[in-house]
């Protein structure tokens, strides 16, 4: 939906002069291009699919950080209990451990 530079400033005018006015403005020029980049598929390193938008989300979900500190492409249950099972410590408290 790409908006005429007449529509921007209607729409902005009743907001006071700086920063978010001037951001409001940017985005309502560009509102395609920032969708357009938004909704690209991307595949992270740990297997996982999702748009742009959400990949900061997904970098803090537990999925990516089981990958990133033991490189665990995808954490199965068989793989969870081979690694909580060959450690000294009780396996319900390591398994806890790998799964959070």
Do not use: W
């Not at 005429?4 to 985005?27: C, H, S």
């Not at 938004?38 to 900061?56: A, P, Q, R």
């Not at 068989?78 to 099972?85: A, C, K, N, P």
């Amino acid at each position: 939906m790409k908006y005429t530079e007449e529509e921007v400033i209607e729409m902005t005018k009743d907001m006071e002069p700086g920063k978010k006015r001037q951001n409001r403005r940017f985005y309502l020029r560009n509102v395609d291009v920032i969708k357009d980049k938004n909704h690209k598929e991307i595949t992270c390193d740990c297997g996982s699919s999702m748009k742009k938008g959400s990949l900061l989300s997904h970098l803090r979900s537990k999925k990516h950080i089981a990958f990133v500190q033991r490189g665990i492409k995808n954490p199965s249950m068989d793989t969870i209990l081979e690694e909580s099972s060959s450690s000294s410590s009780s396996s319900v408290d390591e398994f806890v451990k790998i799964i959070l």
